[in-house]
C-alpha cells in the first residue's frame, strides 16, 4: 500500500521531494525529509498518512482550522 505524502501547510499531494537527484533525495530523507509544495510553495516537512480516510480526515481539519486572519 501506498503512503500518502502531502503538504503540512495546505494539504495538497503536489508535493516533490527536495533535491533533484537520488542522491539528493537520499540525503534529505536521512534528515527527516523535506518537500516542497506545487500548490502554496512551502518548504518543510511533510506529512504521510497510510490510508485516503486518513488523509480526508486531515483535509477536513485543515479547512476547520483556518481562520479569516490567517492567525493560529
Ligand atoms: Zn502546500
Not at 495538497?12 to 542522491?23: N, Q
Request: glycine share 16%; net charge positive; with cysteine.
Amino acid at each position: 500500500m501506498a503512503k500518502i505524502t502531502a503538504c503540512i501547510n495546505c494539504g495538497s499531494r503536489d508535493v516533490s521531494w527536495k533535491g533533484d537527484s537520488i542522491a539528493g533525495t537520499v540525503y534529505f530523507g536521512a534528515l527527516g525529509g523535506q518537500v516542497q509544495c506545487g500548490n502554496c510553495g512551502h518548504v518543510g516537512a511533510p506529512i504521510e498518512f497510510k490510508s485516503e480516510k486518513d488523509y480526508g480526515k486531515f483535509l477536513d481539519a485543515l479547512k476547520k482550522r483556518k481562520k479569516p486572519d490567517g492567525r493560529g
